[in-house]
């Protein structure tokens, strides 16, 4: 069993280990990001959004272990993401930003 997190400060902490344990793993992508949500459509393909001057998407093929940063086309903080599969999703942000992929990020 895989969980992932993201936080401020770049944090994206995962753990791989049995249910019943608290042995989490802290890697960081760097201080410049603050990190507000997170949602894995499959095992090993994941997204986290939040801002890094402008607002950021990132993507993971691996289960969290590196994350490559997306087209995110919008300037403000995003808060929160959710994909109904790999390809479809969307994140939300301040100031009523909405925005949508169907290729999971590619372009």
């Known amino acids: 069993i895989r969980a992932n997190a993201v936080g401020a400060a770049g944090a994206t902490p995962f753990t791989a280990t049995p249910p019943d344990s608290a042995a989490w793993q802290n890697e960081n992508l760097g201080s410049s990001y603050d990190l507000r949500g997170t949602c894995f459509p499959s095992e090993s393909i ?21 994350w490559s940063p997306q087209l995110a086309n919008t300037p403000g903080l995003l808060n929160e993401v959710f994909f109904v599969d790999p390809m479809r999703g969307w994140a939300v942000g301040d100031n009523g930003a909405v925005i949508h992929t169907v290729t999971g990020g590619d372009p």
């Open 46 to 66: 994941g997204f986290a959004v939040g801002f890094n001057a402008t607002g950021v998407v990132l993507r993971t093929d691996n289960g969290g272990l590196l």
